[in-house]
């Protein structure tokens, strides 16, 4: 089974509204990732946030990490047409081995 | 700038064909992996390298080999092909050093087994 699973599967979202994707893991983690694919292609990196952090900034992204509820959150400000995609979050376990496990994503469509 | 290029976006082979799918990096990566994406189920991983000559198997690896002979390419062998492996497959690669570091992908290859 998936160890990273997003909430919601779908969002769909007006131009300028905030974005706010979910991921719940299962057991203890190093970090946790986010990605990006829009459609048809390859995933791109946004985010890395480490197991002791709670919270990072990129842009206008930002990424919330409560381990102790083994859960984390993607927000998108200001949401743009460019942002519709599908977005994953990838765990990598302590004590893994150099590999991470992707989610089944959050597919978001920004309504221009 | 980063760059992981596979050999095709698109490629339709027959039942029991033998396939081969090239993966190559520019970023002297120790680690590269291999993926295929289906609607529903994510990114499921089918082999990875650390190295090269080194492979691990990932969640998936049946019905796969893998070949790294060179740092920059890992290539994905379909023995014989059959049509559960129409899917997306997806490179990346990693450097070595802390666990769980950025993966940079290549475009994928859609492929569809007929």
């Known amino acids: 089974s998936q160890q990273g699973e997003e909430d919601p599967q779908a969002l769909s979202i007006q131009e300028g509204e905030n974005a706010t994707m979910n991921c719940s893991y299962k057991?203890?983690?190093?970090?946790l990732q986010w990605y990006r694919q829009n459609s048809g292609r390859g995933l791109v990196h946004l985010i890395l946030?480490?197991?002791?952090?709670r919270e990072k900034h990129s842009g206008r992204l930002r990424v919330t990490l409560d381990t102790s509820k083994k859960s984390s959150s993607l927000l998108i400000t200001a949401s743009r047409a460019a942002d519709t995609a599908s977005y994953f979050c990838?765990?990598?376990?302590?004590?893994?081995?150099?590999?991470?496990?992707f989610g089944t994503g959050t597919k978001l469509q920004v309504i221009p | 700038d980063v760059k992981v290029t596979q050999s095709s976006r698109y490629l339709v082979k027959r039942t029991g064909e033998k396939v081969f799918l090239e993966c190559v990096q520019d970023m002297d990566h120790e680690n590269m992996f291999w993926y295929r994406q289906d609607p529903g189920l994510g990114l499921r991983l089918i082999y990875f390298s650390y190295d090269v000559k080194m492979k691990e198997k990932g969640d998936i690896p049946e019905g796969y080999s893998v070949s790294r002979e060179k740092k920059e390419r890992f290539s994905l062998i379909l023995e014989s092909a059959s049509t559960n492996q129409t899917s997306m497959y997806l490179c990346?690669?990693?450097?070595?050093?802390?666990?769980?570091?950025?993966?940079?992908f290549g475009p994928g290859t859609r492929l569809l087994v007929l």
């Open positions: 990346a690669s990693s450097l070595l050093g802390a666990r769980g570091e950025t993966q940079y």
């Open positions: 990838a765990t990598d376990l302590s004590g893994g081995y150099q590999k991470v496990t």
């Open positions: 057991t203890s983690i190093n970090n």
């Open positions: 946030i480490r197991s002791n952090e």
